[in-house]
């Protein structure tokens, strides 16, 4: 939030934020430093719904890429991996994801199963500010549980000093403990 609050008191403008999202992006469209959104939701955890991130989608004062959670996950593993796209066996299919989300498209496997799936385009950042709910006293990032020492994996491009990052123990199916526990 830090950050959020430095941008605010700033000139910055047309920004282009993605983000799971939360208060940091209502805060941002209230503002008025928002262009585009590109989320998986937008919540203020015990609200439902951002009221200024609404209102900026609903006037018309944003333009907005949605996902649904899974779907964005891959498309940072996606970028993560340096991959163009990422096919995805989504539930998405069924909804209006697709159709609020031009940029995604069906592919077809290329084995005997002639599964139907979802291509997900890579979501390639210039920045990452990845936030957590907790850390240890060496800033070792964790969501859930006690962290780990035997699972480690490397933080691409390497940092300077360390540069391992721990694992938590969160459910693998776990969208925010697959953006923490992999490095990405």
Do not use: H
């Amino acid at each position: 939030m830090a950050v959020v609050r430095a941008l605010l008191r700033s000139p910055v403008k047309d920004l282009t934020v993605v983000s799971y999202g939360g208060p940091d992006v209502g805060l941002l469209c209230a503002a008025g430093k928002v262009r585009r959104v590109v989320f998986g939701f937008v919540t203020l955890d015990s609200i439902a719904f951002d009221p200024w991130f609404g209102r900026a989608r609903e006037t018309g004062a944003i333009e907005v890429t949605e996902y649904d959670e899974g779907m964005f996950c891959v498309a940072l593993r996606a970028a993560a991996e340096r991959l163009p796209f990422r096919p995805i066996r989504a539930a998405g299919l069924g909804s209006d994801v697709p159709r609020l989300n031009p940029q995604l498209r069906t592919v077809r496997s290329p084995y005997d199963d002639g599964e139907d799936l979802l291509a997900v385009p890579a979501l390639n950042l210039d920045v990452a500010l990845v936030y957590l709910n907790r850390a240890d006293a060496r800033a070792t990032p964790s969501t859930w549980g006690p962290i780990r020492t035997s699972t480690t994996c490397t933080a691409w491009p390497p940092r300077s000093g360390s540069s391992r990052w721990r694992r938590s123990s969160a459910p693998a199916s776990s969208p925010r403990a697959a953006l923490s526990s992999r490095c990405c």
